[in-house]
């Protein structure tokens, strides 16, 4: 099973951007999204940012991730 999590985009440069992982920094490629900016979210998966996401988006995402953390 595969799983992207949301991250905040911190600061982009070229291709790259520095992404919060709820507090965890992480380099990544945003040559898939070239649209993202500095503080728009956006899922990573493997070093790579592979979608954008709302703020909406992104809440859904994390309250889903700690529903199943809790049912586990």
């Known amino acids: 099973m595969c799983l992207a ?20 920094r992480l380099e990544v490629s945003t040559v898939l999204v070239p649209e993202a900016t500095e503080g728009s979210w956006v899922l990573v ?13 992104a809440k859904e995402t994390f309250d889903l991730l700690k529903e199943l953390e809790t049912a586990g």
Not at 45 to 57: C, K, N, P, R, V
Request: charged letters at 25%; zero cysteines; a negative charge.
């Open 5 to 24: 999590v949301p991250g905040k985009v911190i600061r982009k440069v070229g291709d790259s951007a520095e992404i919060d992982l709820q507090g965890n």
């Open 45 to 57: 998966h493997a070093g790579f940012a592979i979608q954008t996401l709302s703020d909406e988006e």
